[in-house]
């Protein structure tokens, strides 16, 4: 077996027509065995989602691809430019909005106005001066988004960055990630529990089950996808078959 390895490369340099590329890895933690020889490329621009009972290894396999975990063994191929935003944002209190999108870059003319520009994308403009204690939950991961944006990154990770939003602003989250990236075009990993938010958004979705890949499907759908639409309608009780929910439980048995 060869030695594992996460290398940052030139996506086109050496993993060709990918993004990312992750091939046979394994990952453990003591006895658990949480990825058994996991194949995954995610192409440039691809929107991948990622479902999965809890304990699969979703949490695992994102930080595999931002380096804060090693497999034990396989190859991840990784672009330079990585970036995550997770389900609580991640704000400094200290710090003001503006500074935030900054946090870690030099603070330049040019990187203000870069972070300044990602604020208007996102709608949040006018709170560049706020302290995140004055924002709501929606607004603040807003500005994740932005500082995520501000990176650049060629491949965008999401671990249940909407999941703690009430309903009606995670609809609104859904529509701003669409606009934003019809215009960035990153690769993105999102992880979520929330099966119409991944046909909603995604062109594809991955369901781990057990460490290994249990579904991978290409959603060739138009957007905006309907939820009545039957080929979305096949895929969402595909994917809840999967993971042992009944897509219709009010129905009654003939
Ligand atoms: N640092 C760690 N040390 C020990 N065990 C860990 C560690 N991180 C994760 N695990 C274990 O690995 C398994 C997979 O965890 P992971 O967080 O990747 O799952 P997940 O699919 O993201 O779960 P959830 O949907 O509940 O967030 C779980 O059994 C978890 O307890």
């Known amino acids: 077996m060869s030695a594992p390895t996460t290398t940052r490369t030139t996506p086109s340099a050496t993993t060709g ?6 091939t046979a890895v394994s990952k453990a933690y003591g006895d658990t065995r949480v990825l058994d020889a996991i194949d995954l490329t995610i192409a ?27 497999p034990d063994a396989g190859e991840i191929l ?4 990585v970036t995550t935003v997770y389900q609580e944002p991640r704000l400094v209190p200290a710090h003001r909005v503006l500074r935030n999108v900054l946090l870690g870059q030099r603070r330049t003319k040019g990187n203000k106005s870069a972070a ?9 403009e006018r709170h560049a001066r706020s302290w995140p204690a004055t924002l709501s939950g ?5 500005v994740a988004l932005a500082r995520a944006l501000v990176r650049d990154p060629q491949l965008l990770l999401l671990d249940e960055p909407f999941a703690a939003l009430d309903a009606l602003t995670r609809l609104r989250m859904h529509d701003l990630l669409d606009r934003l990236r019809e215009r960035h075009r990153p690769a993105i990993l999102l992880v979520t529990h929330d099966i119409d938010e991944a046909i909603r958004l995604a062109d594809r979705i991955v369901m ?16 905006p996808r309907t939820i009545t639409d039957p080929r979305v309608v096949d895929l969402r009780e595909r994917l809840l078959g999967e993971l042992g929910i009944d897509p219709n439980p009010t129905k009654e048995n003939p």
């Open 44 to 70: 440039p621009g691809e929107f991948v989602a990622v479902l999965g009972p809890s304990g699969t290894g979703k949490t695992t396999l994102l930080r595999l691809l931002n380096g804060f975990e090693k």
């Open 208 to 223: 781990l089950r057990s460490g290994s890949v249990a579904i991978d499907v290409r959603i060739d759908v138009e957007h």
């Open 116 to 124: 300044l520009a990602a604020l208007t994308e996102v709608g949040l």
């Open 138 to 142: 929606g607004e603040a991961q807003r």
């Open 78 to 81: 990784v672009p330079p430019r």
């Open 17 to 22: 027509r990918a993004a990312a590329r992750l």
